[in-house]
């Protein structure tokens, strides 16, 4: 089992219904498709902390995911392949990189074609979450994946490092890049915890005293505890390097990303009409295309073994 429900929750004409050469319009799907994933099957053995997530009644472990389908109106006008974009940072960027579109900052902003040569050439266009710790801004596409447990479901406790170098100076640190969801530390008084500071990465690293900092933010001027923030009374220098060891018990399933990829593009291309799959019938090849940090997710996905879904069937024919 894999894919168990895709949710349809808005349907809507691409460009207000501009029409792309022979294709003809495009419609443009957005919603949230639901995963069973088998921990003990071998194609999944290598979805680190997998086999300690929460299961349920038929022993699977369920996650959910963002999703977006450019598709044409009339899907006979198609060439038949689907390009999926992974995303990076939860941004849609595809259109930008081949559609020659403008890199609009907000992403809950109307998607632009650009100049369509995607639509013309017949694409469906596909996004689906992957990424767990997405910030919480509107238009930004992740994944919710459980956390991993220890026997009798007690949280797991691990160590973590957090390496941030700021742009302008300032008294408190988010535990994340790019306001990313943090890692929470186990305990705001943890004594144990270490704050290093480098001139530049390859610099010997200093030792900030315990005293010095805490896990904290501030509130209308007043220090608050925080197990999310940082707070350093000093401030933090520009361009200098810190990281913070800490202990917490925030432990997601994040490979589950993985396998949502794999398991929605299986699910486009040999799904069927009654188990909900809008494009049933439609697809003969699919892609992938990644940059940079999407690139690597697919480097990654490749090196995992993850291009076969469950039922053994190839899921890309090409990656880019």
């Given amino acids: 089992m894999a894919v168990t429900a895709f949710e349809i929750k808005s349907r809507s004409s691409l460009a207000g219904g501009l029409a792309f050469g022979q294709v003809g319009p495009y419609e443009q799907l957005e919603g949230t498709v639901h995963f069973a994933v088998d921990p003990d099957h071998p194609r ?10 929460p299961r349920d009644a038929e022993g699977l472990v369920s996650c959910a995911a963002d999703f977006c389908i450019l598709r044409p109106a009339d899907p006979r006008r198609g060439n038949h392949r689907i390009l999926l974009d992974v995303l990076n940072r939860g941004r849609r960027r595809l259109l930008k990189y081949f559609n020659g579109a403008p890199d609009v900052p907000d992403p809950s902003a109307p998607l632009n074609p650009g100049d369509g040569f995607l639509m ?84 010997p690293p200093q030792v900030v005293p315990r005293h010095r900092w805490s896990f904290a933010r501030l509130e209308g001027g007043h220090v608050a505890p925080d197990a999310s923030h940082i707070y350093m009374a000093s401030g933090f220098v520009p361009g200098k390097v810190y990281q913070v060891v800490y202990s917490t018990t925030d432990a997601p399933v994040v490979g589950l990303g993985f396998v949502a990829t794999r398991d929605m593009v299986s699910f486009l291309r040999y799904g069927t009409a009654q188990e909900g799959n809008p494009c049933a019938g439609a697809v003969q090849y699919a892609y992938g295309f990644g940059a940079s940090q999407s690139g690597r997710f697919l480097r990654q996905f490749l090196y995992l073994g993850l291009n076969e879904d469950e039922a053994g069937r190839i899921v890309f024919d090409g990656l880019m």
């Fill in 44 to 53: 999944n053995g290598v979805i680190t902390d997998l086999n300690l997530a």
């Fill in 120 to 203: 013309r050439h017949g694409y469906s266009v596909v996004w689906c979450g992957w990424q767990h710790d997405v910030p919480s801004v509107s238009g930004l596409m992740g994944i919710k994946v459980p956390d991993a447990v220890a026997a009798g479901c007690s949280p797991i406790s691990g160590k973590l490092m957090v390496t941030f170098q700021p742009n302008a100076p300032r008294q408190v640190q988010l535990l994340s890049d790019r306001l990313h969801r943090p890692y929470s530390t186990r305990d705001i008084n943890d004594q144990h915890a270490t704050l290093t500071v480098r001139d530049n990465e390859d610099a």
